[in-house]
Every structure is written in structure tokens, then in C-alpha cells.
């Protein structure tokens, strides 16, 4: 690769050119060549933190983006009494790249992952960024600090600006980050709670964070429905995401977040001034007035488009790396959608199903390597732990830690369910259920940008709305493998939103249904004799 004076990163011009270069650090203890590939370098007293910004985070990592060139950088974060030492914190970041390169780039395909690379800064520029940033940080975000001390931070392409192919730089870009989360019921026999065979995860879990104070108010959003393949009930869901996005619906415009931040402003308010930035993607043409109509009519757009994408296929996967399909109910009972036609007297259990090519397909697949729930898979976890206990080195022998290479990721392909009482089984489920959370928990990103009139496509994937034509590229983004440590806190979790909906939620409508039958017990026919 050609070098060039490294002001900030060396990339290329336009989005998603070559990766950043990393510069060596006398202050740091040496680090091996083949620790991070690619001994490219960042270096001393070039890097500027006024060229960079805040971009956002997360409860373990936070993400600066540069001004000009498209690429972020993604630090991670620690409570004030963990820190790590740096070779910890380089074999974390190593880690994650790792996982992504061998497993997940596998599982959901090679032009939806972007990997990154690991990267070493200059010790004074990232403390400088710190300082910078740290006014911007929500407050509820400030209980972990930036690591200043390693240096090491990971380098990745800005997937709000980033298409699969560039761009003229003066093409507007639209990009809306969706969290699904789960998108299946348990279908295991060994959950105990009937409730689960009938409620997602998602819906109960609603329930509990409002009254906590997570949230104020309950989503009508349901993932079932957006994983349906039935444009309908993804119309719904994508609304409903739209008009309570807590954090699961986030919308960028040029790189700047403009929609979707969680806090208590008014989504009607919102909604308008969403539309008004919307309004030129889809209707450059400028043929609709302001108010109400305009409003709808541009949200409406927004979800057509956005159900195409979703639904588009541009790469097939690992041929038959998953088979699994789906075993359990394909609606959850709490689905507002899902009420209604009830209520209606319409059959909810019609679908449309997912195309097996498209990217919500693959990660539905990849969440349902969760075969057995958290209820089984926890006494699983146990025998690993007695066995670590009992053999403590042989926790690397596992990879539990990793390395994610190929000899793992060849593991996670063995969908037995009978237990055989090994040590080896439980592992085995154990990993899969460490994937099946870390793709329940990830994020899709959909960029958008417009055709110009009188320009082929030059093979871009486009998607038609009414007006326009926009082509447009879907990535993954939050795909750090959860942690083994986290089963007992999944495990205690999920007994706790069970136990909150079915003692509060489900008993209401039980004294509901309760009353209904009483009132009709009260009331006499008396026949009289003609």
C-alpha cells in the first residue's frame, strides 16, 4: 500500500478505503507482529483529537468518528477499580476481531461483517480525546472510564456513511441502525414457564423495564413481527419502532445522528422532524406540502424501504453451515398486531416467511442455535464450572477465551440435543449459546443513498420508492461474543422477567377474563311459558 502523510488515518479517499496505520510507542512494551496484523501505524504527534467526535457507546465500548474520512474508532470501556492491563486489553480487541473474521462473517456472510483491525495510538492523543468527549457522554454512561492507558483501541469502517460501493461525495446518505433483538419463542423442552411458549423475551422483558424506569413507556414492537417476512406485520413493527425507539431504532443523515435518542421528547414532534429530513430522499421532487400528510406519507416511505431491504438477498453464506427451523409458535400472544386480528376474529398464525438469503434469515438461524433455552443450557454451564474447578488449566484447552478460530467455529456446526453427560457436550452448548446471545443482541445498518438521474447503477443493489431510486448496503454491527461470566446473570434474569409479567401482566388479564366470566354469571335468562 502506497503511504501517505498520516495526518489522522491513512485511508483512502471516500468511504471504506484501506485500513488505519498503526505507530509504534516507546512508552508501551513491544508488541509482536503477528498480536496485530498489518503493523500499520498511527503516528506520533500527527493524530489531532479536534478531528475527531463522539459517535456514541455502549455498556462496554465507545465509538469516536473522524470528520472527514469514514472510519471510527472504538474504544473500550472499564469501571474505575477493573482496569486491564494492556496486553488484556489487546488480547480483548484481538479477540473480538477474531470472532467476527472466523465465526460470524461465516454464519450471516462476508459482505455484511466488517471486522476492523486492532490499532495503536499515541497515548497523548487518546487522554486529549477524553477530555474532549467527555461533556458529550450521557450521564448514564459515565459509571466506566475510557481506556487512556493501553492505546489500543479498533479501527472499522463509519457503517452511518459506508456503501458497499463509494460514492460521490455529495450524495446525501441516510442510515437506520435497528437493534431487533430475539426472534423466536423457546421451542426447548426444558423451559418450566408456559408463559415462555407463548411471549417473547422481548415483550415481557418490556414490562419489567418500565417499571424499573429503564423505559416510560411499553413498546408495541414485537421482533416476531419484524422477523415474519410478512410486510404487513414488519410495517407494524418498524412503526412501532419508529414511534418508541428506546434503543433499538437509531437514524443518521450524513454520518449525524437525527432521530432516536432514547430521551422523553415528544415522538409526534419527532416524527415531523424526522420527515423533513426524509422528505428529500423520497421525494426530491418536492411534490408534497408540509403538515400532517407530508408527515405520514414520508414515514410511510421510510418503512416500504426499508421492509425491501430487509427482505433483499445480495450473498449466501457458509452453504449449509445452519439448518434450523423453526419449531416454535411463529406469534407472540403480547404482539399488539397480533391482539388485534384476534380481536378481529382473523387467523394470527398466518405468515409469509423470511427469504433464505436475506440478512434477518441468517441471524434468526444463528439466534437459534439457543436450542435449549436458558433453562437448560444453565445446569450445562454447571458441569463446565465443575470441571474448571476441578481442572482450572483446562479452561485455555476450551477456548473459552478463545482462540476463535476455525477449530471453533467447526464446533458450534454440532446441533445435537442429546446429552451424552460429557463435559464436551455442555461445552459445546454452552458456546452455542454464547453466539445465539451475541446475534440477539446485534444491530443491523442500512444505508441509503440516492441514484442520480441518468447514472447506472454500476452494479449497486437499488431498492425503488416512489419517487426515487436508492441504492443502498445492509451491514451488522455488535458482534463481541458474550461472555461465558454472563450465563449466571442471564439465567437469574430471565427467572425475573418471567416471574414479574406472569405475577403482574398476565394475572391482570387473568382478573380481567375473571370479571368478564362473573358479569355473565349475573346475568338470568327467565323463560316464560307461551
Same mark, same amino acid.
Given at each position: ?11 483512502? @479517499? ?8 498503526? *505507530? ?13 496484523? #498489518? ?25 469516536? *468518528? ?28 484481538? %479477540? ?14 462476508? %459482505? ?106 411499553? /413498546?408495541?414492537?414485537?421482533?416476531? @413481527? ?85 427482505? /433483499?438477498? /445480495? ?9 434450523? #427451523? ?30 433464505? #438469503? ?61 446429552? @451424552? ?25 442500512? *444505508? ?26 445492509? /451491514? ?32 391482570? @388479564? ?21
Amino acid at each position: 500500500m502506497a503511504s501517505t502523510p498520516p495526518t489522522t488515518l491513512d485511508v483512502e @479517499d471516500g468511504c471504506g478505503g484501506s485500513p488505519a496505520r498503526r *505507530a509504534a510507542s516507546s512508552s508501551r512494551p513491544h508488541v509482536p507482529a503477528r498480536e496485530v496484523p #498489518g503493523r500499520r501505524g498511527m503516528e506520533e504527534g500527527k493524530m489531532d483529537e479536534n478531528e475527531w467526535s463522539y459517535h456514541g457507546e455502549g455498556n462496554k465500548s465507545l465509538v469516536v *468518528a473522524h470528520a472527514q474520512r469514514c472510519v471510527v474508532l472504538r474504544f473500550l470501556k472499564f469501571p474505575p477499580n477493573k482496569k486491564k492491563t494492556s496486553e488484556e486489553i489487546l488480547q480483548h480487541l484481538q %479477540n473480538i476481531v477474531d470472532f467476527g473474521k472466523n465465526v460470524m462473517k461465516d454464519f450471516l456472510g462476508e %459482505n455484511y461483517v466488517h471486522c476492523g483491525e486492532v490499532v495503536q495510538l499515541p497515548l497523548e492523543f487518546v487522554k486529549q480525546l477524553c477530555l474532549k468527549i467527555q461533556c458529550e457522554r450521557p450521564e448514564s454512561r459515565c459509571d466506566k472510564d475510557l481506556d487512556t492507558f493501553s492505546g489500543y483501541a479498533m479501527c472499522l469502517p463509519n457503517l452511518t456513511r459506508l456503501q458497499t460501493f463509494h460514492f460521490a461525495e455529495h450524495r446525501p446518505i441516510l442510515c437506520v441502525e435497528i437493534k431487533p433483538k430475539c426472534g423466536f419463542i423457546p421451542f426447548s423442552n426444558d423451559v418450566t414457564h408456559e408463559m415462555k411458549h407463548k411471549v417473547c423475551r422481548y415483550c415481557m422483558h418490556q414490562h419489567l423495564k418500565v417499571a424499573t424506569g429503564k423505559w416510560k413507556k411499553i /413498546s408495541k414492537y414485537c421482533p416476531l @413481527d419484524l422477523y415474519s417476512g410478512n410486510k404487513q406485520r414488519m410495517h407494524f413493527a418498524l412503526r412501532s419502532l419508529l414511534q418508541e425507539t428506546q434503543n433499538n431504532l437509531r437514524i443518521f443523515k450524513n454520518g449525524e445522528l437525527i432521530y432516536g435518542c432514547g430521551d422523553a421528547r415528544s415522538p409526534v414532534a419527532d416524527l415531523k422532524e424526522l420527515a423533513h429530513h426524509l422528505k428529500p430522499f423520497f421525494f426530491p421532487s418536492n411534490g408534497l406540502a408540509s403538515g400532517p400528510h407530508c408527515t405520514k406519507a414520508v414515514i410511510r416511505e421510510l418503512v416500504h424501504v426499508i421492509t425491501r431491504v430487509l427482505l /433483499s438477498s /445480495s450473498e449466501k453464506a457458509r452453504a449449509g453451515a445452519l439448518r434450523l #427451523g423453526l419449531q416454535g409458535p411463529r406469534v407472540c400472544e403480547a404482539s399488539p398486531f397480533s391482539r388485534s386480528l384476534h380481536n378481529q376474529g382473523k387467523n394470527t398464525s398466518e405468515h409469509s416467511g423470511l427469504p433464505k #438469503g436475506c440478512l434477518l434469515y441468517k441471524t434468526l438461524q444463528v439466534q437459534m442455535l439457543d436450542q435449549l433455552d436458558i433453562e437448560g443450557l444453565y445446569p450445562l454451564y454447571k458441569r463446565v464450572e465443575q470441571y474448571l474447578e476441578e481442572f482450572p488449566e483446562e479452561r485455555k484447552t476450551l477456548q473459552i477465551d478463545g482462540p476463535y478460530d476455525e477449530v471453533f467455529y467447526q464446533k458450534l456446526l454440532d446441533l445435537s440435543t442429546e446429552d @451424552d453427560g460429557t463435559v464436551a457436550f455442555a461445552l459445546t452448548k454452552v458456546q452455542q449459546y454464547r453466539v445465539a446471545m451475541t446475534a440477539k443482541d446485534c444491530s443491523i445498518m442500512i *444505508a441509503l443513498s440516492p441514484c442520480l438521474q441518468g447514472t447506472s447503477s454500476d452494479q449497486r443493489p437499488v431498492i425503488p420508492s416512489s419517487r426515487s431510486r436508492l441504492a443502498f448496503s445492509v /451491514s451488522v454491527l455488535d458482534l463481541d461474543l458474550k461472555p461465558y461470566e454472563s450465563i449466571p446473570h442471564q439465567y437469574k434474569l430471565d427467572s425475573k422477567i418471567v416471574n414479574y409479567y406472569s405475577k403482574t401482566v398476565h394475572a391482570k @388479564d387473568d382478573t380481567v377474563r375473571s370479571t368478564r366470566f362473573k358479569e355473565h354469571e349475573d346475568c338470568t335468562l327467565v323463560l316464560h311459558k307461551v
